[in-house]
């Protein structure tokens, strides 16, 4: 397809676009597909085709040799086949595209493929600079080729070939004041097509822009940074549009100045864009960078502590005390181990839920806060136990035994309720040091939502909770009323 089909093509595209968009629920819309048909060369290989339609379209076909997609759509677009290459045997075949409501509503396309050995060539159409330039061309080809021109500002590297190869195009500097174009012809005998044009359009000379410097540095305090231009003819310069310190850009006779606000933060920078139109090239890319001024680090964070922790989560929170931090750095380190950072968050966070962990493991934490200056100094060590791993139980009245093994350590519980009911549950003391205990009661389905808690309405020092349960999932915690005591004890369930 040469660079005038393509024109024609896209023209075409634009024009029922045009049309479309000024009555797309007009009962007489028109479907129309280009090309109207096609004949394609012996290779496997793609072809386009553009549906024009204001409204939903199908395509339905039955082949074995091409495929296509997409197979529906909601207006104009594009749809490619795909073909698969039977060499000495031509095939033809159809598809049908479909579109209610319009006018037609149904259009075939004959789509065949010649019986003869395909040629291809890549690419077809080249637009290029005024400059000195080469060009890589593939041909494909089961058979002898040859490449006919009359151009003399082009020159080939090779004339001919015998089977799929390439050749190169070295195209002179045009230094005349008008573009120039031309074709460049292969022809394979034998193949279908037998001959395919490469359109060559080359741009005419144009005047030269240049920016000067190319990068400037700046310190960090506000001025006006200038940049001389070389130009005939208009020209304008853009900032990057997410450079808010940048001012504004003031246009001089022959040079612009950049206006920057006085730098507080590390050092940063920024590109500018030179755009003129005719100029070779048509725009310059120039940088500007502004020197730091980091000021201090952070003020440090404290009262770091863990406000909820389970089997598996702990909760952290702290004291942000400074007023501009880049972040906080999370830090975390078990046993024997040396720190690792757990996360990293933004500025004003004062809370973090660190999961996955595992079930009666230290874990020690620190918090920084960090900003281009560097990092404040941590907070006090924080070091917390997570809990048991959490038991399935029943409700069925009968005790389960359980151990507080060490200070700090906590017992949890899951029940399923699958009835809606009143139910109890209690604990008993075992002879130990485990003097009193605490129970609280969670859910449905969380283990954050408390329901209820008791500490002494069992016997003695041991607790009770009766409550109404709804269906799903509830969590009793058992833990001592001293935090530093151990012992056993058992936790009874039962309806009531």
Same mark, same amino acid.
């Not at 080249?126 to 040859?146: F, H, K, M, N």
């Not at 598996?312 to 181990?337: H, K, N």
């Not at 941590?378 to 507080?404: F, K, M, W």
């Not at 008993?428 to 485990?434: G, I, K, N």
């Given at each position: 397809?040469?660079?005038?089909? %393509?024109?024609?093509?896209?023209?075409?595209?634009?024009?029922?676009?045009?049309?479309?968009?000024?009555?797309?629920? #007009?009962?007489?819309?028109?479907?129309?597909?280009?090309?109207?048909?096609?004949?394609?060369?012996?290779?496997?290989?793609?072809?386009?085709?553009?549906?024009?339609?204001?409204?939903?379209?199908?395509?339905?076909?039955?082949? #074995?040799?091409?495929?296509?997609?997409?197979?529906?759509?909601?207006?104009?677009?594009? /749809?490619?086949?795909?073909?698969?290459?039977?060499?000495?045997?031509?095939?033809?075949?159809?598809?049908?595209?479909?579109?209610?409501?319009?006018?037609?509503?149904?259009?075939?396309?004959?789509?065949?493929?010649?019986?003869?050995?395909?040629?291809?060539?890549?690419?077809?159409?080249?637009?290029?600079?005024?400059?000195?330039?080469?060009?890589? %061309?593939?041909?494909?080809?089961?058979?002898?080729?040859?490449?006919?021109?009359?151009?003399?500002?082009?020159?080939?590297?090779?004339?001919? $070939?015998?089977?799929?190869?390439?050749?190169?195009?070295?195209?002179?500097?045009?230094?005349?004041?008008? *573009?120039?174009?031309?074709?460049?012809?292969?022809?394979?005998?034998?193949?279908? *097509?037998?001959?395919?044009?490469?359109?060559?359009?080359?741009?005419?000379?144009?005047?030269?822009?240049?920016?000067?410097?190319?990068?400037?540095?700046?310190?960090?305090?506000?001025?006006?940074?200038?940049?001389?231009?070389?130009?005939?003819?208009?020209?304008?310069?853009?900032?990057?549009?997410?450079?808010?310190?940048?001012?504004?850009?003031?246009?001089?006779?022959?040079?612009?100045?950049?206006?920057?606000?006085?730098?507080?933060?590390?050092?940063?920078?920024?590109? %500018?864009?030179?755009?003129? #139109?005719?100029?070779?090239?048509?725009?310059?890319?120039?940088?500007?960078?502004?020197?730091?001024?980091?000021?201090?680090?952070?003020?440090?964070?404290?009262?770091?502590?863990?406000?909820?922790?389970?089997?598996?989560?702990?909760?952290?929170?702290?004291?942000?005390?400074?007023?501009?931090?880049? $972040?906080?750095?999370?830090?975390?380190?078990?046993?024997?181990?040396?720190?690792?950072?757990?996360?990293?968050?933004?500025?004003?966070?004062?809370?973090?839920?660190?999961?996955?962990?595992?079930?009666?493991?230290?874990?020690?934490?620190?918090?920084?806060?960090?900003?281009?200056?560097?990092?404040?100094?941590?907070?006090?060590?924080?070091?917390?136990?997570?809990?048991?791993?959490?038991?399935?139980?029943?409700?069925?009245?009968?005790?389960?035994?359980?151990?507080?093994?060490?200070?700090?350590?906590?017992?949890?519980?899951?029940?399923?309720?699958?009835?809606?009911?009143?139910?109890?549950?209690?604990?008993?003391?075992?002879?130990?040091?485990?003097? #009193?205990?605490?129970?609280?009661?969670?859910?449905?389905?969380?283990?954050?939502?408390?329901?209820?808690?008791?500490?002494?309405?069992?016997?003695?020092?041991?607790?009770?909770?009766?409550?109404?349960?709804?269906? $799903? /999932?509830?969590?009793?915690?058992?833990?001592?009323?001293?935090?530093?005591?151990?012992?056993?004890?058992?936790?009874?369930?039962?309806?009531?």
């Amino acid at each position: 397809m040469n660079r005038f089909l %393509i024109l024609s093509v896209a023209l075409m595209s634009l024009l029922l676009n045009s049309c479309k968009d000024k009555n797309p629920s #007009d009962p007489g819309n028109t479907l129309s597909i280009s090309p109207p048909s096609a004949t394609v060369a012996n290779l496997e290989d793609t072809m386009k085709f553009f549906i024009e339609a204001n409204d939903d379209w199908e395509v339905v076909y039955e082949s #074995d040799w091409f495929s296509i997609a997409p197979l529906s759509g909601s207006s104009s677009g594009e /749809i490619t086949v795909t073909y698969t290459s039977l060499p000495g045997t031509a095939r033809v075949g159809s598809f049908v595209v479909n579109a209610a409501g319009h006018d037609p509503a149904t259009i075939t396309i004959p789509f065949s493929q010649a019986a003869e050995a395909g040629l291809k060539v890549t690419p077809v159409y080249l637009e290029i600079s005024a400059q000195p330039d080469t060009q890589q %061309i593939t041909v494909t080809s089961s058979g002898e080729w040859r490449v006919s021109e009359d151009l003399d500002w082009v020159k080939l590297s090779r004339s001919s $070939g015998n089977g799929s190869g390439t050749f190169q195009l070295e195209i002179s500097e045009n230094f005349g004041d008008a *573009p120039r174009s031309g074709n460049i012809v292969v022809i394979a005998p034998d193949h279908f *097509p037998e001959t395919i044009s490469i359109f060559v359009l080359q741009s005419k000379v144009l005047p030269e822009l240049k920016v000067i410097p190319t990068h400037r540095d700046v310190d960090a305090d506000t001025e006006a940074a200038p940049f001389t231009v070389m130009a005939d003819g208009n020209w304008t310069a853009h900032a990057d549009v997410n450079e808010q310190w940048i001012k504004e850009i003031v246009y001089e006779v022959g040079y612009f100045r950049v206006l920057y606000f006085v730098n507080e933060g590390a050092e940063r920078t920024v590109n %500018i864009t030179v755009l003129a #139109d005719g100029h070779d090239p048509s725009e310059v890319r120039v940088t500007m960078t502004q020197a730091g001024n980091l000021g201090e680090p952070p003020e440090a964070p404290d009262n770091l502590s863990a406000t909820k922790v389970y089997w598996d989560q702990i909760d952290l929170l702290w004291t942000d005390r400074s007023e501009f931090e880049t $972040g906080f750095r999370v830090m975390r380190s078990i046993p024997q181990e040396g720190w690792e950072i757990v996360t990293e968050l933004g500025p004003n966070n004062n809370s973090y839920s660190d999961t996955n962990l595992l079930s009666r493991n230290f874990y020690r934490y620190q918090i920084f806060a960090f900003n281009d200056a560097g990092e404040s100094q941590p907070t006090d060590e924080l070091t917390v136990l997570t809990h048991s791993l959490v038991i399935t139980a029943r409700l069925d009245n009968l005790p389960i035994g359980g151990n507080i093994e060490q200070s700090g350590d906590i017992d949890w519980f899951a029940y399923k309720v699958d009835t809606e009911s009143s139910y109890e549950f209690f604990t008993e003391l075992v002879e130990s040091e485990l003097e #009193d205990s605490r129970i609280s009661l969670y859910g449905p389905d969380s283990r954050t939502r408390l329901m209820s808690f008791d500490d002494n309405s069992g016997s003695g020092n041991a607790s009770r909770i009766r409550d109404e349960l709804s269906v $799903g /999932i509830h969590y009793i915690k058992v833990e001592p009323v001293n935090s530093d005591d151990t012992g056993t004890y058992t936790l009874t369930a039962r309806a009531q």
